[in-house]
């Protein structure tokens, strides 16, 4: 199980983010593609959850390689425009791969058919 406590040192805690994200990739946790995929996507951009998880495809410009965040879902209050990058853009597309052109993007498992949704705990994770 992965642990995390902070220490004062930075490269002891660029080492946990490190052994996370190994994890991660060998998905240890036998999570769902969509919840490592979410993950990927929140420690890639630094959103916030709620900003994140209603994301719908029409919001992607491949043309201009952005994504367009509506205001209504930024703390802001402004739209927000997130570079895509290329590890963005492939993980976009294996989730197209798996979806399809569903309106979006990040949908609970096959079957359920729902957005993924936030889970209000102490944890901070991410329920389907």
Known sequence: MFAFYMDAHPLRFLRVFKGFFQALEKNQANGSLIIICA???????????????????????????????????????????????????????????????????????????KVVTPLISTTGGLRA
């Open 39 to 113: 993950v990927k996507v929140l420690f890639m951009t630094f959103l916030r959850v709620g900003s994140m998880v209603p994301m719908r495809l029409s919001e992607l410009d491949l043309e201009q390689d952005l994504w367009v965040i509506p205001a209504e879902r930024m703390k802001s209050g402004k739209e927000h425009l997130v570079p895509l990058t290329n590890p963005l853009k492939d993980l976009f597309e294996s989730l197209r791969k798996i979806y399809g052109d569903e309106e979006f993007v990040f949908l609970s498992p096959p079957g359920f058919r």
